[in-house]
């Protein structure tokens, strides 16, 4: 059974920093064709925020480019979002996402997606 699980979240002030972590077990990180973070937050959709794919290639959407990073570390099946120079409207729960299936990293669907953690809450007060 293919589980993802995320932590880190934490509430933090403006201007920090947080990594969070998705630990994945039941399938070999490396097999994942794709895998990304997504975040809601009250009210609103859910949104990819960051992607990456076997190639290695990463993409970010506008609203967290140039403060947040995404990357991986295969031998401990980890994935993680470095994020930098936190915002209040980054405040949402943070979701890491699996793809069987290779993808475009610009392409942030959440349909192509197989396997969700559960989330981790992260809030930033100013």
């Known amino acids: 059974q293919v589980q993802l699980m995320e932590s880190g979240g934490d509430s933090v002030q403006a201007g920090g920093s947080l990594r969070l972590s998705c630990v994945v077990s039941g399938y070999t990180y490396r097999d994942f064709g794709c895998m990304a973070w997504f975040r809601q937050a009250p009210g609103k959709e859910r949104e990819g925020v960051a992607t990456t794919n076997i190639a290695g290639s990463t993409s970010y959407s506008d609203s967290i480019k140039g403060r947040f990073t995404i990357s991986s570390d295969s031998p401990k099946n980890t994935l993680y979002l470095q994020m930098n120079g936190l915002k209040p409207e980054d405040t949402a729960m943070y979701y890491c996402?699996?793809?069987?299936?290779?993808?475009?990293?610009?392409?942030?669907?959440?349909?192509?997606?197989?396997?969700w953690g559960q989330g981790t809450q992260v809030t930033v007060s100013s």
């Open positions: 996402a699996a793809a069987r299936r290779f993808c475009w990293v610009a392409n942030r669907d959440e349909s192509l997606y197989d396997y």
